[in-house]
């Protein structure tokens, strides 16, 4: 026992801690998007979804030149939102210039990614997870070791 607490109870408890962070973390960041995308948070979501899914990572981690497209009916899969809600998001997403249709699929488009509103978000985003990983340290939460 140390400081009253069994090591597996700590372990339990530093758990619980480290997911309550994080949801508050994914809170904040589904909140920031959503205020930027008419107040829609699926619509935010499936923003989202193709952002991700259009990042291709080398090696290295950094992420590379090129875009990978994505389906509207693998976001859908990804998403576990219906087909049909997506195609009407994404359709609303194209009006807006937030999104663009391509050989093989969907992508967020570099003049969407540098548009004052979005690069706010990106902003806020970045300080919301550096406010994360702080609150991680202060607590003594490792996420080094799985």
Known sequence: MTGGLALNERDEAG???AG??????LLRAADAVNLTLSGDLTMALVFIGVV???LLLTPGGAEGPCRRPISGGALAASLQI?????RRKVKTLIAAGYLRREDGGLVAPPEALKRPEI???LRANYLNLR???RQFRKLGIDMGSA
Do not use: G, H, M, S
């Open 82 to 86: 219906p087909a049909e809600t997506v």
């Open 119 to 121: 690069a706010r978000v």
């Open 15 to 17: 758990q619980q801690l």
């Open 20 to 25: 309550r962070l994080a949801t508050e973390y």
């Open 52 to 54: 991700q899914a259009n």
């Open 131 to 133: 406010r994360l990983f």
